[in-house]
């Protein structure tokens, strides 16, 4: 089982990763803070005053967020692109709005909404995610309902873990599931709640990929911590 698309848009849209905001009638494109609370209604954090908060009022905004891969050579879960009016919140809706984004994203400016901070909140109408030459449309209402992957924001821990202190154990694990001997120099390269990739990266260029994929989805780094830890005890070999 893997990631809904509707999901791999969430977690692009948690405010882990850097924002762009495309505002129609505003020169260029501009790097926004953003964050997308339990409602699934993406916020910007906005400077007062500024062009670009005079320009989210007026026109309609398209949010950008590109995938980071955690480690080299990785597989990108793509390019989410999300389209809606931008309003302006005020008042006990900005200050419950700045409790919210806190919750996803502690940011010191939000204690300024309403001085020198300004809090804008999506209505999406338009939500696409990207892949490589693949493009999915997702609905809007599916979109909000889905929830953003629990591993998302410590995946490049766990995935270094795997590979500097249990890369043996995780080699005899692979062979295991697929039957045959691991590729050279194998890895783990991504993370999710229903599973495992992995793969290698020979004379330069990306190899071949296996998911190994959960019994049932994970809920947080501790249970995946658990699980993990049973999956690796029976491979026999001692973790590094």
């Not at 500024?50 to 950008?64: E, F, I, P, R």
Request: overall charge neutral; hydrophobic content about 40%; some cysteine.
């Amino acid at each position: 089982m893997r990631p809904t698309a509707a999901e791999v848009a969430r977690t692009l849209a948690n405010g882990r990763l850097a924002g762009t905001a495309h505002v129609r009638g505003y020169p260029g494109q501009v790097k926004v803070r953003h964050a997308t609370p339990a409602d699934g209604r993406p916020l910007l954090l906005v400077g007062l005053g500024t062009d670009l908060a005079g320009a989210l009022t007026a026109a309609s905004t398209v949010l950008s967020v590109d995938d980071v891969p955690p480690t080299p050579c990785a597989p990108s879960r793509g390019r989410l692109w999300l389209t809606g009016s931008a309003e302006r919140l005020d008042g006990a809706d900005a200050r419950a709005a700045a409790d919210a984004y806190a919750q996803v994203s502690p940011l010191g400016d939000l204690l300024d909404v309403g001085r020198g901070q300004a809090l804008f909140r999506i209505d999406a109408s338009e939500v696409r995610l990207a892949k490589g030459r693949r493009l999915v449309e997702i609905d809007p209402a599916e979109f909000r309902a889905a929830t953003p992957d629990p591993l998302a924001a410590d995946e490049g821990r766990l995935l270094h873990d795997l590979n500097d202190h249990h890369l043996d154990q995780l080699v005899v694990l692979v062979e295991r599931v697929a039957g045959r001997p691991a590729p050279v120099g194998c890895q783990a390269l991504r993370l999710d709640r229903y599973g495992l990739t992995v793969g290698s990266v020979p004379n330069g260029g990306p190899g071949p990929r296996l998911r190994l994929g959960f019994e049932r989805p994970v809920a947080s780094v501790c249970e995946l911590t658990h699980l993990m830890h049973t999956l690796l005890a029976t491979s026999g070999v001692p973790a590094r």
